[in-house]
């Protein structure tokens, strides 16, 4: 789940990429990102379901990095990059000229998800 997740946001930077910026195929894309990530079992309650959101969620206390508010009781640094990260780009593909900037965010956001337990970017 975690790569094709991965999968589903470089998708995302190719057809911001390849198609025009009135194109809504990578703001899609940018929403099947997080929809695979989080998975379709994620509850609200960031404890059940058996995606990667979940696996983060259920290490972070081990793994020192829970303490921040997701908006769905998730605690995880890791998610709060990634869901700031995830809306920056999601900003950015409304205009364009911004390939730079998403590409570095795409940077960070492959080193927040190359481990469950991942504090830096």
Not at 70 to 78: A, K, L, M, P, W
Not at 82 to 109: P, V
Request: hydrophobic fraction near 35%; glycine fraction near 10%.
């Amino acid at each position: 789940m975690q790569l094709y997740a991965l999968h589903e946001l470089e998708s995302a930077n190719g057809k911001y990429k390849t198609g025009p910026v009135t194109d809504h195929a990578a703001a899609v894309a940018l929403d099947e990102w997080w929809a695979y990530y989080a998975g379709s079992l994620e509850d609200g309650t960031a404890a059940n379901g058996y995606g990667p959101y979940i696996l983060v969620e259920k290490h972070s206390k081990a793994f020192d990095t829970g303490g921040h508010k997701v908006g769905n009781d998730g605690v995880s640094s890791v998610h709060a990059i990634l869901l700031a990260g995830t809306k920056e780009i999601k900003s950015l593909m409304r205009a364009a000229g911004n390939d730079l900037k998403i590409n570095n965010i795409i940077k960070c956001t492959r080193a927040q998800i190359r481990s469950p337990s991942s504090k830096s970017a």
